[in-house]
């Protein structure tokens, strides 16, 4: 028998549980451990694309999944398996039997993919820690497409309680 904390892991909508174990996880040996140095995960596009050296390709991936440290690390994740969930498993759009989590993959991918697309021709020499701010623009991104679907009423925003 497994434990009740595996069955409530893996009974999760897949591509959320996935991102967001990820995320705690590798903020976790950031920031808690100090296992990894911060400078290895944040975005910076000239040990991407570069010709003198190994380019390093995780950067886009791991700086997006980084969180904040202290506070940061419990809300991040909260925030993004909340809405993350909310739209895996109940937007109609994601709905499609089989395809409904390959679509989810797809939207996540994309808007991940746009965003750091954005950012390389816009901050191209800055150092970037993309989960500064592209969480929250996907977290509102996420919750503005619930609200396109009708999961969520238009007068229960997060931004109308500022």
């Given at each position: 028998?497994?434990?009740?904390?595996?069955?409530?892991?893996?009974?999760?909508?897949?591509?959320t549980?996935?991102?967001?174990?990820?995320?705690?996880?590798?903020?976790?040996?950031?920031?808690?451990?100090?296992?990894?140095?911060?400078?290895?995960?944040?975005?910076?596009?000239?040990?991407?694309?570069?010709?003198?050296?190994?380019?390093?390709?995780?950067?886009?991936?791991?700086?997006?999944l980084?969180?904040?440290?202290?506070?940061?690390?419990?809300?991040?994740?909260?925030?993004?398996?909340?809405?993350?969930?909310?739209?895996?498993?109940?937007?109609?759009?994601?709905?499609?039997?089989?395809?409904?989590?390959?679509?989810?993959?797809?939207?996540?991918?994309?808007?991940?993919?746009?965003?750091?697309?954005?950012?390389?021709?816009?901050?191209?020499?800055?150092?970037?820690?993309?989960?500064?701010?592209t969480?929250?623009?996907?977290?509102?991104?996420?919750?503005?497409?619930?609200?396109?679907?009708?999961?969520?009423?238009?007068?229960?925003?997060?931004?109308?309680?500022?």
């Amino acid at each position: 028998m497994s434990s009740p904390y595996a069955q409530a892991f893996f009974s999760l909508p897949p591509i959320t549980r996935t991102i967001t174990a990820l995320s705690i996880f590798l903020s976790v040996l950031t920031w808690v451990l100090h296992i990894i140095n911060p400078y290895y995960l944040v975005y910076i596009s000239q040990t991407i694309f570069t010709y003198k050296s190994v380019p390093q390709i995780w950067r886009p991936i791991t700086s997006l999944l980084l969180t904040k440290p202290n506070w940061g690390l419990l809300m991040d994740p909260y925030f993004l398996f909340v809405y993350g969930s909310k739209l895996e498993s109940e937007a109609e759009r994601f709905q499609h039997g089989r395809t409904g989590t390959a679509d989810f993959m797809f939207f996540i991918v994309f808007c991940s993919a746009v965003i750091i697309v954005s950012f390389s021709f816009t901050f191209f020499s800055i150092p970037l820690r993309l989960s500064l701010c592209t969480k929250y623009l996907l977290y509102f991104h996420v919750v503005f497409v619930l609200c396109l679907f009708g999961k969520i009423p238009r007068n229960n925003l997060p931004a109308q309680s500022l």
